[in-house]
């Protein structure tokens, strides 16, 4: 295969995908090289060499479902379609009873993860999250709870007056076992400045999910991609997140999101090929020797570049059989209403080559299809 490549690509080029056939990890300047100048079928044979070594032929999905408390924030990112204020009409706010009412529509079924995301609400803190954590706890002792992106979660513990470290102590002590990577959007300062002005800035996204990994609290990491950033801003988010994966080891699963434009104040930007999708991906995968997993998340992308992803090194989609989240659909994803039967997700998966693996929360293999 080196030859193959060597013969079919300028040196530069040539070199640095030999070097990713090889396992080497990439440089920020390799990367951008790779990134500009090797063409779609490159990316995808350095993806899915580095995936094969990673997962093998092993494809993971997983049983979750979404709560998504609230669509009120106190933020007003500039690429958000779905925030509003208090008194909009258009916003809602689950109470406590809602939400456990929504955990019980899932009784006796066999899901092993809640993802619970949303708005930054003015006025819950961190003891009512706190509570309906426990309180979902004791309804479904059997499933991990996945809740609170870091931009909650700075919000929730600063005005609880603890430190990072405290608050999700406090959390995990509720419950929480995993935290969602959303808040990331792009972490270079200029331009995050523009796009969500007032929330955590990058150095408050990281500080989170290292103080969660050191208490034993996985999460995963996330980009908003496809706006305003340039390769070098893309490539400066990866380096930074593989820096604290090479420190602590606690990320999962990395997830590209692609930017989508319906409904929100960049909808003139347009929005990317399906082929920049796919480069993006393969970057990921090269370039985040560290992160066991890319995911794909298929509400957001749609199911046939989701499927399409498994040739450019993700080796995840996230799994759902009934996804209730709202934030893609409002902002002019696909599907609507989006819900993935087990059978159409193993189906998708074989029909890229792969074997499917149904996964808990930490990858842990339930059962191979
Ligand atoms: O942080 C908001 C993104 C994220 C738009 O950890 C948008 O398993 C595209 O992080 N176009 C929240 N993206 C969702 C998220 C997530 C999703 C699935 C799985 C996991 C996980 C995490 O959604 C936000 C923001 O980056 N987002 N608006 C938009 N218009
Ligand atoms: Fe609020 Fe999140 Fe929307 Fe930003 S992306 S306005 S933090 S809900």
């Given at each position: 295969m080196k030859e193959l490549i060597l013969n079919n690509t300028d040196t530069e080029t040539g070199?640095?995908?030999?070097?990713?056939?090889?396992?080497?990890?990439?440089?920020?300047?390799?990367?951008?090289?790779?990134?500009?100048?090797?063409?779609?079928?490159?990316?995808?044979?350095?993806?899915?060499?580095?995936?094969?070594?990673?997962?093998?032929?092993?494809?993971?999905?997983?049983?979750?479902?979404?709560?998504?408390?609230?669509?009120?924030?106190?933020?007003?990112?500039?690429?958000?379609?779905?925030?509003?204020?208090?008194?909009?009409?258009?916003?809602?706010?689950?109470?406590?009873?809602?939400?456990?009412?929504?955990?019980?529509?899932?009784?006796?079924?066999?899901?092993?993860?809640?993802?619970?995301?949303?708005?930054?609400?003015?006025?819950?803190?961190?003891?009512?999250?706190?509570?309906?954590?426990?309180?979902?706890?004791?309804?479904r002792p059997d499933i991990s709870i996945k809740a609170f992106s870091a931009v909650e979660l700075d919000y929730m513990i600063r005005k609880a007056g603890m430190t990072y470290p405290e608050g999700l102590k406090l959390l995990r002590d509720y419950g929480l076992d995993?935290?969602?990577g959303g808040g990331a959007e792009?972490?270079?300062?200029?331009?995050?400045?523009?796009?969500?002005?007032?929330?955590?800035?990058?150095?408050?996204?990281?500080?989170?999910?290292?103080?969660?990994?050191?208490?034993?609290?996985?999460?995963?990491?996330?980009?908003?991609?496809?706006?305003?950033?340039?390769?070098?801003?893309?490539?400066?988010?990866?380096?930074?997140?593989?820096?604290?994966?090479?420190?602590?080891?606690?990320?999962?699963?990395?997830?590209?999101?692609?930017?989508?434009?319906?409904?929100?104040?960049?909808?003139d930007l347009g929005e990317v090929p399906v082929t920049e999708d796919m480069r993006n991906y393969a970057l990921s995968r090269i370039f985040l020797d560290n992160f066991s997993h890319i995911k794909a998340y298929w509400p957001a992308i749609g199911k046939n570049a989701a499927m399409?992803?498994?040739?450019f090194g993700a080796d995840d989609l996230d799994g759902t059989i009934d996804d209730t989240t709202r934030i893609y659909s409002m902002a002019g994803a696909e599907d609507i209403n989006p819900t993935l039967s087990t059978t159409e997700l193993v189906a998708m998966i074989r029909s890229a080559g792969f074997k499917p693996v149904e996964r808990d929360t930490n990858y842990r293999k339930i059962r191979e299809w």
């Open positions: 070199e640095i995908a030999a070097a990713v056939i090889e396992g080497k990890r990439l440089t920020p300047e390799e990367a951008l090289t790779l990134y500009r100048k090797a063409d779609l079928a490159l990316m995808a044979v350095l993806a899915t060499a580095a995936k094969r070594a990673k997962s093998g032929d092993d494809v993971f999905f997983n049983r979750n479902f979404h709560i998504e408390p609230t669509n009120v924030c106190i933020y007003n990112c500039r690429f958000c379609s779905y925030h509003k204020s208090e008194d909009d009409p258009d916003s809602w706010e689950l109470s406590e009873n809602d939400i456990l009412d929504i955990v019980r529509r899932f009784d006796g079924l066999p899901v092993t993860e809640v993802h619970i995301t949303g708005g930054v609400h003015p006025s819950r803190d961190i003891h009512y999250y706190g509570k309906i954590i426990a309180s979902i706890r004791r309804l995993s935290i969602p792009i972490f270079d300062a200029s331009l995050r400045r523009k796009i969500c002005r007032e929330k955590a800035d990058a150095e408050t996204y990281l500080a989170i999910h290292e103080a969660a990994h050191n208490l034993g609290i996985s999460s995963n990491a996330t980009i908003l991609y496809g706006h305003a950033e340039s390769p070098e801003q893309r490539i400066d988010h990866l380096l930074r997140l593989r820096e604290l994966q090479d420190r602590t080891g606690g990320f999962n699963a990395f997830i590209p999101l692609k930017f989508r434009r319906e409904n929100n104040r960049m909808y399409m992803s498994l040739a």
